[in-house]
């Protein structure tokens, strides 16, 4: 009878032991707990933003940069940013076409905004009608140009006498339009 109690106990063990690796398989997602490489970098939150972390998304810096065209913002890259003139505060007048070339500059809701050094202007975000939270400064909406292709490109300056490089102060800029060799689709002011 011993060998019997001695199996008994072996069964046991070997059940629970089982158990154990079926429930260490399952709670383990396989996911590394250290920080990926492919992870974006994020910048350190100012005293007058709420932490990413806390928020659960993550932190766009406008930041400047000078060019021939002066001081202006950028956003995402590095990417120039620009004022609409028709829009008006907190609505935008550029949708549809028009936001295919001049893409918005939108942040999720859980989004925080960061102004980097040398941006003294307001930034907020407000809802565009497609609901999408655009980025704003000083209330005026911010937008990407489809032909800048990479970042220091300002080919948007003037455009059409209505589009203008976002400045560090959020001023609606009264720059004369950049001269241009002939039109293209995507240049129209709309």
Known sequence: MPTTGRSSRIGFLTAIGGLALVLAACSSSGASTAPSA?????AAPSAAAPSAAAAGGE???VAVATGAVGSYLTGEDGKTLYIFTPDSTNKTACVDKCA??????????DDTLAPGTGV??????FARPDG????????????YYSQDTKAGDTSGQG???????GT?????PSAAPA????PSAASRSY
């Open 38 to 42: 492919a992870a974006p970098s994020v």
């Open 59 to 61: 932190t766009y810096t």
């Open 100 to 109: 295919a070339s001049w893409p918005p500059f939108v942040i999720s809701s």
């Open 120 to 125: 003294t202007g307001t930034l907020a975000t």
């Open 132 to 143: 999408k939270m655009q980025v704003t400064i000083n209330g005026h909406p911010l937008y």
């Open 159 to 165: 455009v059409g006498g209505k589009w203008f490089v």
């Open 168 to 172: 560090p102060d959020g001023a609606v």
């Open 179 to 182: 001269p241009s060799a002939a």
